[in-house]
């Protein structure tokens, strides 16, 4: 597989992910950006056969429908994310395919599997293909994605328990902003020392799993 990032120069610091089959010019793209050119300008020649989403808010899916036309490529987002009533945060997406967890989708010779990690949002999902775990907006280094309520960041730390806690730590993860860097043997200490030293009631929002860490975006 070959992976390209795509880092955008926006306020967020979106990144996306173009994976390509080694084998073939089959490609996936992981998350659609605002103005998408960044994209457009790297895909000429691939053949997409798929847009993941990792979740429906706007900074990760407002090109979706430039892309759409452009690729002519099926959308699938988690089920629980499907459909939403759009704000100034959220998108309407309506998907060629509901990602339930363990769905899996092949390009060329390559199989990416899907893991639902609610929290962030309900139907958040990652992807993990080899040794590499798109997160979306689940964890980025040193910390968890933010929440707006104690329910919401409750359920993203049990989410995260029962899945990206369990996989081997030798995984690379590349979030939806920032340039990423870690795997998930640097999560998992993170989040044990968090879980016996600092989990407290009603925490949300911005939670960092270790004390003085740096933000890299
Ligand atoms: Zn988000």
Not at 129 to 156: H, M, W, Y
Request: with cysteine.
């Amino acid at each position: 597989m070959n992976l390209k990032k795509v880092f955008f120069n926006n306020s967020f610091k979106n990144t996306s992910y173009i994976l390509k089959s080694d084998l073939t010019n089959e490609s996936i793209l992981i998350d659609v950006p605002e103005d998408p050119s960044p994209i457009i300008d790297n895909i000429s020649g691939l053949d997409i056969k798929l847009i993941l989403l990792t979740h429906h808010h706007l900074d990760h899916t407002g090109g979706i429908n430039t892309l759409r036309k452009h690729t002519n490529a099926p959308i699938a987002i988690g089920k629980d994310d499907s459909g939403s009533e759009p704000d100034d945060r959220i998108a309407y997406i309506n998907p060629d395919i509901e990602i339930k967890n363990g769905d899996t989708f092949n390009f060329g010779e390559e199989k990416i599997s899907s893991i639902s990690v609610p929290g962030h949002t309900k139907g958040s999902n990652c992807f993990l293909i080899n040794k590499s775990l798109f997160t979306g907006d689940v964890i980025f280094p040193g910390r968890a994605g933010r929440t707006d309520s104690e329910e919401q960041f409750d359920l993203s730390v049990n989410s995260l328990k029962n899945t990206l806690y369990l996989l081997d730590e030798d995984i690379e993860f590349y979030p939806g902003h920032g340039k990423g860097g870690e795997t998930l043997k640097d999560f998992q200490n993170q989040f044990k020392y968090f879980l016996s030293n600092s989990y407290k009631k009603g925490m949300h929002g911005v939670v960092w799993w270790v004390d003085g860490y740096k933000e890299e975006w």
